[in-house]
């Protein structure tokens, strides 16, 4: 009985961890040389980014956001629809505008980040789609913070967090 217990408690912490968890695989080198074309990064959805880390957010389409943001709660076939980006957060609501490092920013009229957006650039700034060309992004269009899994442990792009997930 006890044993029953314990396999369908750990049984529901992993379904529950899992769902917040998403893998995603990079296209492209604009976050070079921190992550690489094929790279594979497990996501984590739902806490809002925070200056430096690395999150995956909606690409928008002719400038715009496709459909309605992807409910955290959203199943794996609401984020295979989209497309992805892999960025770093530069600023969050109530920072500067980062204006000398976006140029889309430059003659926005106010001088902090307004709520709920963002400011997201890529690391390889020569090849990357990001803030620099389309401005603020949404936060609400963020799927989640980038976790990166190398032998010996879980990392997010500023160093280790924890065990590896399998």
Same mark, same amino acid.
């Not at 912490?13 to 998403?22: C, E, F, K, Q, Y």
């Not at 920072?95 to 000398?100: G, L, T, Y």
């Not at 976006?102 to 106010?110: D, H, I, K, N």
């Not at 990001?130 to 949404?138: A, C, K, L, T």
């Given at each position: 009985m006890l044993g029953s217990l314990a396999v369908g408690g750990l049984t529901a912490?992993?379904? =529950?961890?899992?769902?917040?968890?998403?893998m995603v695989t990079v296209r492209g080198t604009s976050m070079w040389? =921190?992550?690489q074309d094929g790279d594979r990064v497990l996501v984590r959805r739902g806490p809002h980014p925070s200056v430096g880390q690395v999150v995956v =957010?909606? *690409?928008p389409v002719a400038g715009e956001w496709p459909g309605r943001p992807v409910r955290t709660e959203a199943g794996a076939d609401a984020v295979r629809g989209r497309e992805w980006l892999i960025k770093r957060v530069a600023a969050v609501a109530g920072?500067?505008?980062? *204006?000398?490092r =976006?140029?889309?920013?430059? *003659?926005?009229?106010?001088d902090r980040v307004p709520p709920g957006k963002l400011v997201l650039l890529g690391d390889n700034r020569k090849v990357s789609f990001?803030?620099?060309?389309?401005?603020?992004?949404?936060a609400d *269009?963020?799927?989640g913070r980038v976790l990166f899994g190398p032998v010996g442990g879980v990392r997010d792009a500023r160093g280790p967090i924890g065990p590896a997930v399998p």
């Open positions: 912490a992993l379904v =529950a961890l899992t769902r917040g968890l998403v040389p =921190a992550f =957010a909606e *690409r920072d500067p505008v980062p *204006r000398d =976006a140029r889309s920013l430059a *003659r926005v009229p106010e990001d803030s620099r060309e389309v401005g603020y992004f949404p *269009r963020v799927l």
